[in-house]
C-alpha cells in the first residue's frame, strides 16, 4: 500500500495550491479518504474528508469556503485545491485512506505547505 502525495509549496498570503494524493496496493474506489494537517507543536487534524464515490464531503471550519476535496477513482487519486491561503495554513498535509470492511487506515508521507509573504 502506498499514498503519495505532491503539490506542496511555499506561496503567499491569498495564493492557491492544489494536492494530489496518489494510491496504490488496495481498492481506492472503497476507500474513504481524507486529508490532515499538523503544524510545529500542535496536533495533526482533520482537513477534509470524501466518501468512496465522491458523493459527500465535509471540512474543518477553519477551511470551509476555502478549500476543496475531490477525487477521482480512475485515477486512484484524490485533491484538496486550497484557495485563499492564509499562514495559519502552514503545515505538513497528509493524505489518509480509510478502508471500511476492515477498518485498516492507511497515510502518505506528508507534503510541506508553507504560507508567507
Known amino acids: 500500500v502506498q499514498l503519495v502525495e505532491s503539490g506542496g509549496g511555499l506561496v503567499q498570503p491569498g495564493g492557491s495550491l492544489r494536492l494530489s494524493c496518489v494510491a496504490s496496493?488496495?481498492?481506492?474506489?472503497?476507500?474513504?479518504m481524507s486529508w490532515y494537517r499538523q503544524a510545529p507543536g500542535k496536533a495533526r487534524e482533520l482537513v477534509a474528508a470524501i466518501t468512496s464515490t465522491g458523493g459527500s464531503t465535509n471540512y474543518a471550519d477553519s477551511v470551509k469556503g476555502r478549500f476543496t476535496i475531490s477525487r477521482d477513482n480512475d485515477k486512484n487519486t484524490m485533491y484538496l485545491q486550497m484557495n485563499g491561503l492564509k499562514p495559519e495554513d502552514t503545515a505538513v498535509y497528509y493524505c489518509?485512506?480509510?478502508?471500511?470492511?476492515?477498518?485498516?487506515?492507511?497515510w502518505g508521507q506528508g507534503t510541506q505547505v508553507t504560507v508567507s509573504s
Open positions: 489518509k485512506g480509510f478502508r471500511p470492511t476492515d477498518a485498516r487506515a492507511y
Open positions: 496496493g488496495f481498492t481506492f474506489s472503497s476507500a474513504v
